[in-house]
């Protein structure tokens, strides 16, 4: 089935994002890492105020990923120094399994190609060794890790990596 990719622009649709991240990490993240950190970095990085910053202020891009007028999905991407960082790469478990990545990762690349950047790069906690499975299936490779302290306590402990893309 073909996905369509839809900005994220409104104050209608930052909601909608914000309650399907809250429901995509909910049920995926328990096997990572606890649920209070969960809630905790939706309300830091999900939450409609997050998003919105985002958007407004710091220059990540949104899309919804739709399948027959239905989000099932969603990414977020920020164009920086020569490369796309891939923020937020998420998901439905009921849309997992059916070429949806493949064909957002198609999406991913044409975007470098278009905008002439040469790599996407981002960061997946190190446990989650599924992710990282498929990532380096679509060509990624781990080229570092890092520890960072994202408050309450809590820490983000991932490997960045990265994809090289053939420029024309």
Do not use: P
Not at 126 to 134: L, M, S, V
């Amino acid at each position: 089935m073909e996905i369509v990719f839809t900005r994220v622009e409104t104050e209608e649709e930052i909601v909608v994002l914000a309650r399907l991240a809250s429901e995509i990490w909910k049920d995926y993240f328990v096997l990572v890492i606890t649920n209070e950190q969960i809630d905790y970095m939706l309300d830091k990085f999900q939450s409609v105020q997050a998003i919105t910053e985002q958007i407004t202020k710091q220059g990540y891009e949104y899309y919804f990923m739709n399948v027959n007028g239905s989000s099932i999905g969603y990414l977020c991407i920020k164009q920086e120094e020569g490369k796309l960082f891939l923020s937020k790469f998420y998901i439905h478990k009921d849309h997992r399994g059916k070429g949806y990545a493949s064909q957002a990762m198609e999406l991913l690349v044409n975007l470098c190609k278009n905008r002439k950047l040469g790599t996407i790069w981002l960061t997946v906690n190190r446990y989650n060794d599924a992710t990282i499975a498929i990532y380096e299936k679509k060509g990624f490779k781990t080229v570092r890790t890092q520890v960072v302290d994202i408050g309450n306590g809590f820490v983000m402990d991932d490997n960045i990596m990265e994809k090289v893309i053939v420029l024309e």
